[in-house]
């Protein structure tokens, strides 16, 4: 299994959870906008911190797992990580913490 397969499972879960989530909200223009706004800050800072922490070399991808996209020197396949995270804690508190009685 390369990267692009692992993340093509983790991000369709975290999106059916996510859309479920917001099919169930009644404020879904405030939780897409902060989910929006929290994916840009963590991609930003994705690309910021990966390439630095490759370039230092702490750490390295085998080439073959790869699909050879970059971003600098961080692979494509690192920004489904923030992008899954961005989705599935939002999703997951809104659909755990249920509607509140009024």
Not at 45 to 63: C, E, K, Q, R
Not at 75 to 98: Q, S
């Amino acid at each position: 299994m390369n990267f692009l397969q692992l993340n093509a499972i983790f991000l369709s879960l975290a999106a059916l959870i996510f859309v479920a989530a917001l099919w169930r909200c009644p404020k879904k223009r405030t939780v897409s906008t902060a989910v929006l706004v929290s994916l840009l800050v963590m991609v930003g800072l994705t690309v910021v911190f990966d390439n630095l922490m490759i370039a230092s070399g702490l750490f390295d991808y085998a080439g073959e797992t790869l699909n050879g996209l970059h971003i600098g020197l961080a692979p494509i396949e690192d920004f489904a990580y923030p992008l899954g995270g961005v989705l599935l804690l939002p999703g997951l508190w809104l659909l755990l913490t249920g509607r509140k009685k009024s």
